[in-house]
């Protein structure tokens, strides 16, 4: 089933995939990681002023790497405002995503820690580093196939 923010985007001729709606009525569609920067401009000015959240997930032990963005168009008047999540799905080798930190500041950190936790690289944004690991840390902890250094399973705890 096709969303109005679906419909709108195939009338301007923009890429994308609809995937349907969420448990409560959000439209998700999954845009292209090449697509995302020009799409994000075109989804502000079209009126998705509000950044909620950023997050990434890893979708399957060696398989595809995902960042998720729910966005908001803020409207006075309006008790209902309008949402739309969007997710890019990038290969986990050499993952990289355009980031949208110059369309919505409060990008900034969640990008960060969506590098830093599941090693997506977000194509220039202006302060791609850690933010919850130690410099020196070695992988990105919350990959499905992640390994601690060090780590000893105890065996036969009672």
């Known amino acids: 089933m096709q969303g109005r923010l679906s419909a709108w985007l195939v009338k301007h001729g923009l890429i994308h995939r609809s995937l349907g709606f969420d448990y409560q009525g959000i439209e998700t569609l999954q845009i292209k990681p090449e697509d995302w920067h020009s799409i994000a401009v075109i989804l502000y000015v079209y009126g998705y002023n509000y950044l909620r959240s950023q997050c990434a997930y890893d979708v399957a032990p060696g398989g595809l ?12 008047g309006i008790d ?29 950190f969640q990008e960060r820690e969506s590098y830093d936790m599941l090693g997506i690289s977000y194509d220039n944004h202006p302060r791609l580093k850690r933010i919850l690991m130690p410099e020196s840390w070695i992988g990105w ?3 499905k196939d992640y390994i601690a250094p060090n780590f000893y399973e105890i065996q036969d705890a009672h």
Do not use: G, M
């Not at 790497?65 to 006075?76: F, G, K, M, P, Q």
């Open 65 to 76: 790497l995902a960042s998720v963005y729910h966005l908001t168009r803020i409207e006075y």
């Open 80 to 108: 209902q405002p309008e949402e739309v999540c969007i997710k890019i799905f990038v290969p986990r080798k050499n993952p990289r995503i355009p980031s949208i930190f110059w369309v919505w500041k409060s990008a900034d």
């Open 141 to 143: 902890p919350l990959r």
